[in-house]
């Protein structure tokens, strides 16, 4: 079940009445699980025994890890959770990657192995709900909180719909205080969960799908070599898809969970307005970047142990953050690009006794720091070519055609689509640089009713609309 479907519609619509009626708080938490695996069973309903396995075990590793004194148990305990959780991860994830880059080793060495071709089906949001158990046993071995009291508060943690597939990963301080004692939505609250709705919805349907993914798919899926308008176009035109894609579904997200009267943390900030690389990873995908540095960078020895240690905990983070994305190298060369990126970024500050949390420069200077905005936007789109390629030779092509070696002399993309990307990509960098320091609910309270009715309605009709040209979220994959 998506959230850009009339069946979601008519779901939510369900979910919000059973949840307005004056039920105990048990009830209703029941039904948010109940609800909850029902949305998830709508893509592939065996995969929620994999769900409940996950909380099941991990609730009761978690609770153990939490009491245990003794320190080989409690190691075992964790060992045991990271298997089960990881374990699973791999085997459904990457087993296809890792045979199939078994087989070229062996053909390498010589050995002639052909394996049957496994057909392992990828469940959804495998990834985000496998980290957002392991940051509950992982935080329970450490002690840096309570665990959960209940099995139905732990269950609802984890399988809590909004943010089940495609986040934000929450972690436990973050949701499960707020399921302790009950919880129905404020008339604002409401308000501010429906703008948000339809704005992720138009974010995702009218920009993203309608105005955007069709270039980004032809550049992209293209054999032949391409002019380097057009392979620019193809570029801007992903890296303007996948915001509004991912973002459009965390908005979506965060605003179903303040319809129930839950709040979700903020996942994007306005990342094309990052200066420098350091900001952007602090603006793109939130949740999941400080789970990266807390469960990785800072284990790996983060900035406590010396540059050269500080220069591998980053490189690796960043590979493995890849990795993590999709079972491909060149999701791993993503990951090492932005990796070196973040290297030559803390030489520079390092070398110029440069201490700004924020950036690089000062962010009153306006327009020197929208040309280093502008300047990271556009060194991160060469890491999106690696991103959306599905091999490094497409890959290579591409960027040989952006640079201007090889390109072609046939045209591939029409003025109108030229056109599309020419116009959104500016708006939302001119967007993300005017909004960086705010959030668009304040901007929305400070405007009058009659024009905040007038825009509503307008991201509503353009949204029924364009409807029919909605597909399923681009990180639901990963």
């Known amino acids: 079940m998506v959230f850009n479907s009339y069946t979601f519609v008519v779901f939510f619509i369900l979910i919000l009445f059973l949840h307005n009626l004056p039920l ?15 949305f998830y069973a709508a893509w592939n309903p065996p995969f929620i025994l994999l769900l409940w396995l996950s909380t099941v075990v991990d609730f009761f590793v978690g609770r153990a890890l939490y009491t ?7 190691k075992l305990l964790l060992v045991i959770s990271l298997i089960g959780n990881l374990g699973m991860l791999c085997f459904f994830k990457y087993g296809t990657f890792l045979l199939d880059n078994f087989v070229s080793l062996c053909h390498l060495v010589g050995f ?3 394996p049957a071709t496994p057909n392992i089906i990828l469940p959804a949001g495998i990834s985000f709900y496998t980290f957002t158990t392991l940051c509950y046993t992982i935080d329970m071995y450490k002690k840096r909180s309570e665990p959960v009291k209940s099995m139905l508060d732990f269950s609802l943690f984890v399988t809590f719909f909004p943010h089940l597939v495609a986040g934000p990963i929450v972690r436990p301080p973050q949701l499960v205080p707020q399921f302790e004692s009950p919880r129905v939505a404020s008339r604002k609250q409401m308000m501010d969960g429906l703008l948000l709705l339809t704005l992720g919805l138009f974010m995702k349907v009218v920009l993203a799908d309608s105005m955007l993914s069709d270039t980004a798919d032809t550049v992209f899926d293209a054999h032949d070599a391409l002019p380097m308008l057009d392979a620019w176009i193809g570029v801007f035109a992903f890296s303007g898809q996948i ?74 983070t960043m590979l493995l953050g890849g990795l993590w994305h999709g079972a491909n190298w060149t999701f791993v060369a993503w990951g090492g690009l932005h990796g070196i990126y973040l290297w030559v970024e803390k030489y520079y500050k390092d070398r110029k006794n440069i201490d700004n949390p924020k950036g690089i420069i000062d962010e009153n200077s306006q327009w020197v720091g929208f040309f280093y905005a502008f300047l990271t936007f556009m060194l991160v789109n060469v890491t999106w070519v690696f991103f959306r390629s ?32 020419a116009i959104i990509i ?15 609910l304040d901007v929305a309270h400070k405007i009058s009713w009659v024009w905040l009715s007038l825009v509503w309605s307008f ?14 979220f681009i990180y639901f994959q990963f």
Request: with cysteine.
């Open 390 to 421: 599905d091999t490094f030779g497409k890959a290579w092509r591409l960027l040989c055609a952006m640079s201007g070696f090889a390109s072609g002399d046939k045209a591939l993309l029409t003025t109108l689509a030229i056109l599309k990307v």
């Open 112 to 114: 002639n192995f052909h």
């Open 68 to 74: 245990q004194e003794n320190p080989h148990k409690k």
């Open 243 to 316: 915001f509004l894609d991912f973002a459009g579904y965390s908005t979506c997200a965060i605003g179903v969970a303040l319809c129930l009267g839950f709040v979700l943390p903020q996942n994007f900030n306005y990342p094309y307005a990052a200066i420098g690389f350091s900001d952007f990873w602090r603006r793109w995908h939130i949740t999941l970047s400080s789970w990266l540095r807390d469960y990785l960078y800072i284990p790996l020895g983060g900035n406590r142990h010396g540059k050269t240690r500080t220069y591998f905990a980053l490189m690796m």
């Open 24 to 38: 105990s708080w048990r009830v209703k938490k029941i039904n948010l699980v109940a609800a909850s695996y029902i």
């Open 459 to 472: 991201l509503l009709l353009a949204i029924i609309f364009a409807q029919e040209s909605g597909s399923s």
């Open 426 to 440: 500016p708006l939302i960098l001119l967007c993300h640089w005017v909004m960086r320091n705010t959030k668009v």
